[in-house]
């Protein structure tokens, strides 16, 4: 078993060791140490990086017979050699999972749900509680109650237990693990089983912060932010409620007004919108039912368009035979074309069958009802044979 060194003293940053085994793990180099103070992956925080002689330590973890296995950017030889841990990314962690004890006894206080899972993420963290319903309410008060515990600066120690005794301890929850067992103790706050790296005091945790909440399988999964994390993330909000600010001519208190009435007025500028295509649409399909083709006391309305959208020219389509037009026939040419007809109640036949049949001639998929019918897909060279397709078979019904 290696010694872990991490576990005397959460802030030691540099030591030295012998390498007394070298191997290979999914094809990098590999050494196991007498002793280390590189964190493994393991409780729900993730590994320690830093250097090893002059070798880059990427991953970190406990192999089956309990000894951490370094994994590096180049080979190590046996013998003796210094380490040095990335000391941000070790405080970063353990400010993140100080500040996960704290939060979870203060969920277990305010609204009687215990943690079941935590998360250490690369920007924020993450506890899964037994809490069927949350609300902002609950939220708030169990952030309140963390940060007082974080601004009283209480102490942070380490005490050593059998599992037998952590019941009389008071711990927030059991351990599976057998023999001499780590507990986390914020003073006369929370005492936890854990073999992660921790502050010494609650001070050092810096601000605990719930970005979110929602419901989980069953539960409520709460995302926050601990130290350094909470600070970058006051930096963004803040930013960007300036830009909003300015954005809006408004002060940042007034901003969810602001946007109130600005998204007030754009649904009254898409109504107004909506109602003014309308307007031209109908305009259009006067103009073009004027125009038309008469074939035995029918109106016959073709026309090919460029780039207009599909939903575009079945609406013109169904508005043209709402001014009395009776077969509109429209295309959109594009380098795969579509097309659309629409018949009047009074000229009878199916569109459906007469675009089928088109289809079958000249390419295109689609179908549709007897009054309406489209198709898309269609070769540019075929657009205009196929709506003399479909003009064919409705002048063969008058």
């Not at 932010?225 to 930096?235: D, K, Y």
């Not at 006067?286 to 083709?293: C, F, I, K, Y």
């Not at 489209?374 to 075929?382: D, H, K, N, Y």
Request: net charge negative; aromatic share 6%.
């Amino acid at each position: 078993m290696t010694e872990r060194l991490f576990h005397e003293d959460s802030f030691l940053r540099e030591f030295t060791a012998t390498v007394i085994e070298t191997s290979q793990s999914e094809g990098r180099p590999a050494a196991v140490l007498d002793r280390t103070a590189f964190y493994a992956t393991s409780g729900g925080q993730p590994h320690d990086t830093g250097q090893l002689g002059e070798a880059r330590v990427l991953d970190v973890f406990e192999d089956e017979t309990d000894r951490i296995v370094h994994v590096l950017d180049r080979e190590l030889p046996r013998g003796p050699v210094s380490g040095r841990i990335d000391w941000e990314r070790r405080f970063d962690h353990m400010q993140q999972h100080s500040g996960q004890h704290v939060l979870s006894q203060a969920f277990v206080q305010t609204a009687g749900a215990a943690t079941v899972s935590f998360h250490l993420g690369r920007e924020t963290s993450t506890i899964d509680l037994e809490l069927e319903s949350a609300s902002d309410e609950a939220i708030t008060a169990a952030e309140s109650l963390a940060s007082r515990i974080v601004f009283e600066d209480r102490p942070v120690t380490v005490l050593s237990a059998r599992p037998e005794e952590l019941a009389a301890l008071g711990v927030r929850k059991q351990s599976d693990r057998q023999g001499e067992l780590r507990v986390i103790d914020v003073e006369g706050f929370d005492r936890s089983p854990c073999g992660g790296t921790h502050v010494r005091t609650s001070g050092q945790i810096g601000l605990i912060g719930i970005l979110g909440y929602e419901r989980y399988k069953g539960g409520t999964r709460v995302e926050f932010v601990c130290g350094g994390r909470a600070l970058h993330a006051l930096r963004k909000d803040r930013d960007v409620c300036r830009q909003l600010a300015r954005l809006y001519s408004a002060p940042p208190e007034e901003l969810t007004h602001a946007a109130d009435k600005i998204l007030q007025e754009r649904g009254a500028l898409l109504k107004e919108n909506a109602r003014l295509k309308e307007e031209l649409l109908e305009s259009e399909a006067r103009a073009l039912v004027a125009e038309g083709t008469r074939i035995s006391g029918n109106v016959f309305v073709r026309k090919v368009f460029e780039g207009r959208s599909l939903d575009a020219v079945k609406l013109l389509a169904q508005k043209i035979v709402q001014q009395g037009g009776d077969l509109a026939l429209l295309g959109s040419a594009a380098p795969a074309s579509q097309a659309v007809g629409a018949r009047s109640a009074r000229l009878g036949g199916d569109c459906g069958a007469a675009v089928k049949d088109a289809n079958g001639r000249h390419g295109g998929k689609g179908g549709g009802r007897p009054e309406l019918a489209q198709a898309g897909g269609l070769p540019p060279e075929s657009l205009g044979p196929w709506l003399d397709s479909v003009e064919g078979y409705f002048r063969n019904l008058t």
